[in-house]
């Protein structure tokens, strides 16, 4: 059973060897005395410079930084049936565990991408990883090493994976905007991953966005999408299978011993009885949460893990159900899993993995999934500290750089930090998902709700101007404050689309917000209404804004646009950009900027060169979230299950 992810170093030596050996060739130039002079003062600068080039081209860009945070996200979990070997997969590769979760070891020799989306065990205990952006990893000696196994697998984005009673090996790939539809989709290997078939629409799958796979004891195979499908021919061909079914995103499957198909239908559950014909809902004990996992245990016991933190179990095939766990400090229970002895494992977005040993009675934390934090948002205060927003954990602080961090959410009452901000005077700002706005005064040691004249409470951006205003993208529209966040209020007038992504505003106070499906919209200079700039983007979302010092905007949306003047016309700016999903936007002191993109890492424009580069040594996990830069040109960004990574050297002393 699979479930949705609801996302390589070179070395110093060979720089070292050609280094050594220009050295050696400077000597030969030595030879003639009357040309020491020469060589001193010409030609070993010119060496210099070359092993210089060399050194840029060869050591890390990037390092990781986060020492000290406690809590990371686990995107998915698997269990080996033959010696109940438990892998975890996290945006830092593959952890595991041969002693029932007691202790954790990272084995990641081999893979190329470590952010897992999805694994599966086949039944002589070999092990398959599916990666955000590299496919799949196959590893015959229980994760010790790893290689690829990609051949025919075109769509590398592998969010889920099954394997049939045949051993037939199928991969669900998640659609992205950047990808064909007709790219994405199934995959089936039928020779143990050495190549891959895409099983297209015209097998009767109707979408190319698989969410989760599952296979019955009996011989059917289920696909989660944006309804169930069931396969009678190990994958080669579907039917729907949605009688009874309501819902469009299918985000967990699970099958019991008498062959009972238990699905997560946008958060409520559904079991069906006769391999998918018909579905009969199932909430008796889950009013009130959502459902986002599923699994089943030896013993026919249910689990159920949901949205905020809770486990939920049902002794009686689903009629009806009791809370095992729940939690105000853990985030989503994303994927649960039960091991041959009937312990339960739930992987949090954000805290980690919990245990079970007793069918749900007790519960203990037995990994904290640190490093592997969610970074949703950055900001780095005037006195050079940085802020780091995550999914489930709250505020992260580093003095000193980024080499370490401390937890700063000391009065945050919810861990999901969407933006943060900074004003004048120092002052933080931190945008939640679900909580409104908190502002701290003292360096985030403590933190204040401000939400006074705030109706919408998902705030997904924030942008403080020159003068002090404060401006919070909501689910609900745009909410400014003029008085240090003590009071908002609502300004929507002339927003066609009230789900607003970003933000960006100038030196001189023009503000624009990047919405959902409507485009991108300024405020108009009186202050009392928004105008729509350009209508090219309303079939996108604009993920990310940001605004040089030249006044040039910049759009990260299906692709990267610029406009030069104020949004009037845009243009597109893709030349070498070949991850076009933009989650951030930065840019440097000398007008460079940094482009973070989902699965394909951050990417650098020099200048005005309209031509993009990508800048990924030693970054060990390519799906970016945040971007910020300090006084000195160091760039920080912050992935999705990998933490904050920083930048060895400063992106100014880059050529």
């Not at 059973?1 to 030596?13: D, F, L």
């Not at 130039?29 to 001193?40: G, N, P």
């Not at 892998?87 to 830092?92: K, M, Q, R, S, V």
């Not at 041969?98 to 954790?104: F, I």
């Amino acid at each position: 059973m699979t479930q949705k992810n609801s996302p390589a170093r070179h070395e110093r030596r060979e720089f070292l060897n050609n280094s050594t050996r220009m050295l050696n060739s400077r000597k030969c130039l030595l030879i003639v005395r009357h040309s020491i002079k020469f060589c001193l003062c010409f030609i070993f600068p010119i060496l210099v410079f070359c092993v210089a080039s060399i050194s840029r081209s060869h050591v890390n860009f990037w390092q990781q930084s986060s020492e000290g945070f406690n809590g990371g996200a686990i995107s998915a979990l698997a269990v080996d049936s033959l010696n109940s070997t438990i892998y975890a997969g996290t945006g830092g590769g593959v952890l595991r565990s041969s002693d029932s979760g007691m202790s954790w070891t990272l084995v990641n020799s081999g893979l190329a991408n470590q952010g897992i989306g999805s694994l599966a065990v086949d039944a002589s205990g070999h092990v398959f990883a599916g990666t955000h952006g590299h496919g799949v990893f196959r590893s015959n000696d229980g994760g010790a090493h790893w290689r690829p196994i990609n051949s025919g697998l075109t769509v590398r984005n592998v969010c889920s994976l099954a394997i049939s009673l045949s051993g037939t090996i199928l991969a669900g790939t998640e659609a992205g905007h950047f990808l064909s539809p007709n790219g994405s989709g199934l995959f089936r290997s039928s020779d143990h991953g050495r190549s891959w078939t895409r099983i297209g629409l015209s097998s009767g799958l109707t979408s190319a966005d698989i969410q989760c796979l599952a296979v019955s004891a009996t011989g059917p195979i289920f696909v989660g999408s944006d309804s169930v499908y069931r396969s009678t021919d190990d994958g080669k061909n579907w039917t729907k299978a949605d009688m009874g079914l309501t819902g469009s995103y299918v985000t967990s499957l699970a099958v019991n011993s008498r062959g009972h198909v238990f699905t997560a239908n946008e958060g409520k559950v559904f079991r069906s009885v006769d391999n998918g014909l018909g579905w009969k809902q199932l909430n008796s004990g889950l009013s009130g949460v959502s459902v986002e996992s599923l699994a089943v245990s030896p013993t026919g016991l249910i689990f159920a893990g949901t949205y905020g933190g809770k486990v939920f179990s049902s002794t009686n095939d689903g009629d009806n159900w009791s809370e095992v766990y729940s939690s105000s400090t853990d985030s989503d229970v994303v994927f649960v899993a039960v091991n041959p002895s009937g312990h339960i494992f739930a992987g949090t977005w954000g805290s980690g993995i919990l245990r079970s040993m007793d069918n749900g009675r007790h519960w203990s934390r037995v990994h904290t999934g640190a490093p592997y934090a969610i970074v949703l948002s950055l900001v780095i205060s005037h006195s050079g500290h940085v802020f780091a927003g995550t999914r489930g954990n709250g505020i992260f602080k580093s003095m000193d750089g980024g080499k370490n961090w401390a937890e700063a959410s000391a009065d945050l009452t919810n861990g999901t930090v969407w933006s943060l901000g900074v004003n004048s005077k120092d002052h933080l700002f931190a945008g939640t998902w679900g909580s409104g706005v908190f502002r701290s005064t003292d360096n985030g040691a403590s933190w204040r709700q401000i939400n006074r004249g705030m109706t919408a409470k998902i705030v997904l951006s924030l942008i403080i101007t020159s003068d002090d205003n404060v401006f919070a993208g909501t689910n609900g529209g745009m909410f400014r404050s003029a008085d240090n966040g003590e009071t908002w209020t609502q300004m929507n007038s002339g927003l066609i689309d009230k789900l607003v992504f970003s933000l960006a505003a100038d030196s001189l106070g023009h503000v624009f917000a990047g919405t959902n499906r409507g485009g991108i919209f300024r405020l108009a200079d009186e202050g009392d209404r928004w105008i729509r700039v350009s209508s090219a983007f309303s079939d996108s979302d604009i993920r990310s804004l940001v605004i040089n010092s030249r006044g040039h905007i910049f759009a990260g949306t299906n692709g990267m646009y610029r406009s030069t003047d104020y949004g009037a016309t845009w243009t597109e700016i893709n030349a070498g950009l070949t991850n076009s999903i933009v989650f951030a936007l930065a840019f440097n002191s000398s007008g460079d900027i940094f482009a973070g993109t989902d699965g394909g890492g951050i990417f650098r424009m020099v200048g005005n060169s309209e031509r993009w580069t990508p800048i990924n040594t030693g970054l060990t996990n390519t799906s970016i979230l945040s971007l910020v830069l300090d006084s000195k040109g160091f760039i920080f960004t912050g992935t999705s299950g990998g933490g904050v990574f920083r930048s060895i050297r400063s992106t100014t002393s880059l050529y």
